[in-house]
């Protein structure tokens, strides 16, 4: 009898776990399902925690010089070092995020939202409004975008926002030949068809049922450019087309850095931010195409 006891007592805590196991489960599954997605967007959710938190993170003000600690290597007291003015380069990465990541994230949103908007247009309605857009972004394209981004720089000046807008005028015209490409696929699917046969406008065929089903890829190269841009910001400040100084900004840290071997901490740590950046971003878009992409 009490063994009877004993057994419908482990009987009976037994069933008490498992609707808890039950509910960690698929979570469990779904994160070793798709590690990568996860991994990128710790990794830039940490960033970007960084960009909120930088003023609270940071030892010491990213502008104050300091020429009795010049040059010093990193210690205890300055974690990344000392560039040429004393100025401390932990704290110098730090700010460097509020500039180089909301940026690279500002250029991805306006060149995903005007290239889609233009691409979509000139799949769904072809012709010569399909033949302008397309030659643009060709035209455009023909370019390398490192080349074609200095030239635009260069004309309208050294700064930040000539700098982004350079990057948005080189990235645009990829997401606009993706989105096309994506539209006359679906645009020619059943439920458009059927769509189109009951009477439905157009301008709602195209925003209801076209544009959410072409969406994916796009998701997914934005992801992936956010690490691009980041990189395309970094070398136009690197060529001095950015920011001006002191702002402390990665790319401009390193070509400080770029003359002074033996002070290897100058570039190294600006170059670490942004290979982390770059990294996160290829694990989150190769994530999202894993998620997303269900032939992949």
């Known amino acids: ?12 805590s037994t069933q008490t776990l498992k609707p808890e196991e039950n509910v960690l489960a698929p979570a469990i599954r779904h994160i070793r399902k798709y590690p990568s997605l996860w991994i990128g967007a710790g990794l830039l959710l940490l960033w970007i925690l960084v960009v909120i938190f930088a003023p609270l993170l940071a030892p010491y003000d990213p502008l104050a010089q300091n020429l009795s600690a010049r040059l010093d290597a990193p210690s205890t007291t300055h974690l990344f070092g000392t560039d040429e003015l004393g100025r401390d380069i932990f ?10 990541l909301p940026t690279s994230l500002m250029v991805v949103l306006i060149s995903l939202v005007t290239g889609s908007l233009l691409g979509a247009v000139a799949g769904f309605v072809g012709g010569l409004v399909d033949d302008i857009v397309m030659r643009v972004a060709d035209v455009t394209l023909a370019f390398p975008s490192i080349v074609l981004a200095l030239a635009i720089s260069a004309l309208l000046g050294p700064s930040l926002t000539n700098a982004a807008i350079a990057a ?107 290979l982390s950046v770059i990294l996160a971003s290829n694990l989150l878009g190769e994530g999202l195409q894993n998620l997303l992409d269900p032939n992949y």
């Open 168 to 274: 948005c005028v080189v990235v645009w015209p990829e997401y606009a030949r993706l989105m096309r490409s994506q539209v006359l696929v679906v645009r020619s699917q059943d439920y458009v068809i059927a769509a189109r046969s009951i009477g439905t406008r157009e301008r709602t065929i195209l925003f209801r049922h076209v544009l959410p089903n072409a969406w994916n890829p796009l998701i997914i190269k934005a992801a992936l450019d956010v690490g691009n841009i980041i990189l395309l910001i970094s070398a136009l400040s690197f060529l001095g087309l950015g920011v001006s100084p002191p702002t402390p900004e990665w790319g401009a840290m390193i070509s400080l850095g770029r003359t002074k071997f033996y002070q290897w901490w100058l570039a190294t740590f600006p170059g670490l931010a942004i």
């Open 1 to 12: 009898m009490g063994e009877t006891t004993q057994l419908s007592a482990a009987n009976l």
């Open 91 to 100: 704290s110098r990465v730090l700010y460097g995020a509020q500039i180089s």
